[in-house]
């Protein structure tokens, strides 16, 4: 028998590196194709799946969880960051600062979210402290009666940070977001050139 075989890594579902390398950078109906690439890899691997356990009365823990992990991906692609280690309560706390979260998301929100939502969920599989992870409400935040804790709505949440994503991709089309493409730049070509080392382009 012969060795695994294996095709050429994917940076999303429909598009390879080779795809992104075919790209240029100064042509403005290849920032759109660009725009495309990455929400395909956003979605088409993460976001959807998402939205669809919403369709699960039980989904809340799974959903933050993708939601928490994509929260950091996101600000990585805004900021051109290609190793997030060490960076991460930086990039949550900017994240959620945006004007999708707000004004919800106060700064004691924010940092109460990184260490007992994201950090909870994705190293125990558990919200930390007194989170509720609702549907139904009001409001996508809200502090518990005591002042001890938090009731957070899924749905509201996701939808921000879905809509978070969008704001993202309008505005990489946008001629003068000059930052924001050179640093989406810096992140997929380290992205691809990952592919390249594995041997699988």
């Known amino acids: ?31 759109a194709k660009a725009a495309a690439m990455v929400k395909d890899r956003l979605d088409g691997r993460f976001l959807r799946y998402a939205g669809n356990c919403l369709r699960s009365p039980y989904s809340g823990f799974v959903v933050l969880a993708i939601d928490s992990l994509l929260i950091e991906t996101l600000q990585q692609f805004r900021e051109g960051i290609t190793d997030g280690h060490g960076k991460s309560k930086d990039m949550v706390m900017r994240f959620l600062a945006g004007q999708r979260f707000q004004p919800a998301f106060d700064q004691v929100a924010r940092k109460a979210y990184y260490s007992d939502i994201r950090c909870g969920l994705l190293h125990q599989a558990e919200a930390k402290r007194m989170w509720l992870i609702r549907r139904g409400q009001d409001a996508m935040l809200q502090r518990l009666p005591d002042g001890q804790g938090y009731v957070i709505d899924v749905r509201f949440f996701h939808k921000a940070v879905r809509s978070s994503m969008n704001d993202y991709l309008r505005e990489l089309c946008r001629p003068t977001s000059n930052e924001l493409r050179a640093n989406l730049w810096i992140k997929m070509n380290h992205i691809c050139n990952v592919r390249i080392q594995r041997g699988t382009v």
Do not use: C, K, N, V
């Open 1 to 31: 028998m012969g060795g695994p075989h294996i095709d050429a890594l994917r940076i999303s579902p429909l598009f390879t590196s080779s795809d992104w390398s075919a790209l240029e950078r100064d042509s403005h109906h290849d920032w």
